[in-house]
């Protein structure tokens, strides 16, 4: 592992959790000037002291698993379904949405002997909710707009995140079942919070002043 003269490294999450991360950093009093403005770059300063790299979810993870980020900000979703070595210190109160288990408005799910089968961009998180069931399902992985596998027939019921429900409502889905809330989350590297621990746990302990 590289050196601990560097800058404090923060994976974050683009896109959704991007901007209510942002806005956190500013509220403590750092500049994020280079963040709002970075065009294509992705590796960005904070301050002095602090270095934003921005990853996709599953990356932000990886990252910080690996110690090449000493923190990540990250949903919970992606979390439960990758289930890495990490401390999840704080719960960040933005990113709020939840699991669900949604299909085709009007079906009932749970009634038949057959084998259901589950699309799902979270086949962890929907393998676990269905064996505490007891219930045998076959799941099938989905990249994306996963709403589309029941429409197509290609799966009886999904399961994924709702925000807002407009998705599901707009497609002519709705949710069967709720599985779990979901917000952002802060995950910091094992090893950086014994060898930055001043550090890291003042800055810990300036996000919890100013979470909302
Ligand atoms: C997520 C999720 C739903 C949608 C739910 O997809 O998979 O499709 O948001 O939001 P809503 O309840 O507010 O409508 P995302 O936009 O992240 O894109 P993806 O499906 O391509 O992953």
Redesign the pocket.
Same mark, same amino acid.
């Given at each position: 592992m590289e050196k601990v003269n560097r800058p404090l490294r923060i994976a974050l999450t683009k896109?959704?959790l991007e901007k209510d991360t942002v806005g956190l950093l500013e509220k403590i009093g750092y500049d994020c000037a280079a963040v709002r403005d970075k065009g294509r770059r992705l590796i960005l300063p904070v301050g002095d002291t602090i270095e934003v790299v921005l990853a996709k979810a599953a990356d932000v993870i990886t990252y910080v698993e690996n110690g090449v980020c000493d923190m990540g900000v990250v949903g919970k979703d992606t979390i439960m379904e990758m289930n890495g070595k990490f401390f999840e210190i704080a719960d960040l109160g933005f990113g709020k949405?939840r699991f669900a288990l949604a299909g085709k408005k009007g079906t009932d799910f749970y009634s038949g002997y057959n084998v259901k089968t589950i699309a799902t961009?979270y086949p962890n998180v929907s393998r676990s909710f269905f064996e505490k069931k007891g219930m045998d399902v076959d799941i099938v992985k989905i #990249?994306?707009?996963? $709403?589309l596998a029941p429409l197509l027939g290609l799966a009886d019921a999904i399961v994924?995140?709702? $925000?807002?429900? *407009? *998705?599901?409502? #707009?497609n002519g889905l709705e949710v069967f079942e709720d599985i779990s809330p979901i917000s952002a989350r802060l995950i910091v590297n094992m090893v950086s919070l014994k060898m930055r621990q001043q550090e890291i746990e003042s800055l810990i302990k300036l996000i919890e002043e100013n979470l909302n």
């Open positions: 896109g959704r949405c961009k #990249e994306g707009s996963v $709403e994924d995140i709702v $925000e807002t429900g *407009t *998705t599901l409502k #707009e």
